[in-house]
């Protein structure tokens, strides 16, 4: 069994670090997550409890599920805790300190991996030092490891001497990657008595040292997973008797490119993938397609996904093939609020290691916690997403992707000086 227990910051980001999860995969995570928090002290919300399970986008198949799950419990996670989750990770956490008149504070942190490969040379530094990627294909490439641990350490720091008389309210949000996530923590009842929420992210650019207190109106996006299902037939032979999903696909791909700039604002769309494997001589029976569409307002993004959706279904129609298509992930957008953001600048500004702090600054991609964020204020509360510097050596989600781990106690500090002041 491992425990997180006896780990410093830097030892449990690494360890994170060398064991990556992506989306609705994080089982050893949350449960190594859920024991220290347990042992703390928290009161734990995990499996259907930590997410709404019928709002969940973008899930793996039920196989990938207990290979995962599987393997998490041959890397030390501790079986009480998964079994708690039943196949659901994430978790929520709380506590009430000193004589809980202060307000409730909570603080969201994701803790997801990518799909993708991490670099194994010596010049990229978790290879050299010994806490590379231990699973084939997945990377902590976001600094999503980091996120956990700060959270955790947070825990810490108020545990040690809180200087609080609150609660906090600890949401380690699975399935970030995708906008998968979000959505459905926001669902619970968790948030509606949150009356301060602070998410926080490591790197975006910004050297060590450098807080923001607020990113904030990141684009929102919707993701669509599209299948067309045709009919097979010999290209040579009688091509007629086929109907062609590719052609579909095609057909789609060369219309969404198309769909009218808005009045409104900012619209994006882009086709990542298409997937139609065949020989020269077949009509494709099947094509899959993954597209994305972003808009400055959830508004915008609605627009760019009914007509994308009204396309692929209007290329579907022109080709005579069937199609279906299914929701994989979604965020929205927010605006942080004034007294939040001011607390976090006059808190970061007193934290060990900052020398620099901006105030408000424009995200440009696309978050998830948009969706907790636009829960606690509409039901009256106030929301800032926080920015700490990491001096990544490379960009977000790449091969080389690292922080600089003097961020973490970093990140700590400017939180726990942001819950203390609130
Ligand atoms: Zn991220």
Not at 266 to 288: K, L
Not at 316 to 342: I, M, P, W
Not at 355 to 364: P, Q
Request: with cysteine.
């Amino acid at each position: 069994m491992v425990s997180t227990a006896d780990m410093d910051l830097t030892e449990l980001r690494r360890d994170l670090h060398a064991h990556p999860e992506v989306g609705w995969t994080e089982f050893r995570t949350t449960a190594l997550l859920a024991e220290e928090l347990d042992e703390r002290g928290f009161d734990l919300h995990l499996g259907s409890d930590a997410v709404a399970p019928g709002e969940r986008l973008g899930v793996p198949d039920d196989d990938t599920l207990t290979a995962a799950e599987e393997r998490a419990r041959d890397e030390g996670a501790p079986e009480e805790y998964l079994e708690e989750m039943d196949g659901i990770t994430g978790v929520v956490a709380e506590k009430t300190y000193g004589d809980g008149s202060g307000p409730t504070v909570g603080i969201r942190v994701d803790i997801d991996a990518l799909k993708r490969q991490e670099a194994t040379d010596d010049d990229h530094r978790p290879a050299r030092e010994g806490f590379v990627s231990t699973h084939d294909g997945e990377m902590h490439a976001c600094g999503h490891d980091g996120h956990a641990t700060i959270g955790l350490g947070l825990a810490r720091e108020l545990d040690e001497s809180s200087g609080f008389d609150g609660t906090l309210k600890l949401f380690f949000q699975p399935a970030e990657e995708g906008g998968r996530g979000g959505l459905p923590m926001s669902r619970t009842e968790h948030l509606t008595d949150v009356d301060h929420l602070l998410a926080v992210h490591l790197g975006l650019g910004r050297e060590t040292g450098t807080v923001i207190a607020s990113y904030e109106r990141p684009l929102a996006n919707a993701k669509l997973d599209v299948t067309f299902e045709g009919e097979p037939a010999h290209a040579g032979g009688e091509p007629n008797a086929g109907r062609n999903a590719l052609q579909a696909a095609a057909t789609a791909i060369q219309n969404l490119y198309g769909i009218p700039r808005h009045a409104d604002g900012v619209t994006r769309i882009n086709v990542g993938e298409v997937y139609s494997p065949n020989a020269q001589n077949v009509i494709s029976e099947r094509a899959t397609m993954r597209v994305e569409v972003r808009g400055r307002t959830a508004e915008l993004n609605e627009y760019m996904l009914d007509r994308a959706r009204s396309i692929i279904d209007g290329a579907a129609t022109a080709h005579q093939v069937d199609v279906e298509t299914s929701l994989y992930g979604k965020t929205t957008t927010f605006e942080a609020d004034d007294d939040l953001v001011e607390t976090v600048v006059d808190a970061a500004s007193g934290a060990d290691g900052v020398d620099e702090v901006v105030g408000r600054v424009d995200f440009g991609a696309s978050e998830d916690a948009s969706y907790l964020i636009r829960e606690v204020q509409e039901n009256g509360g106030t929301a800032t997403y926080v920015g700490i510097g990491a001096s990544n050596p490379a960009g977000h989600h790449t091969a080389r992707f690292d922080i600089d781990e003097d961020s973490l106690p970093i990140g700590v500090d400017v939180l726990a000086r942001t819950v203390r002041s609130l």
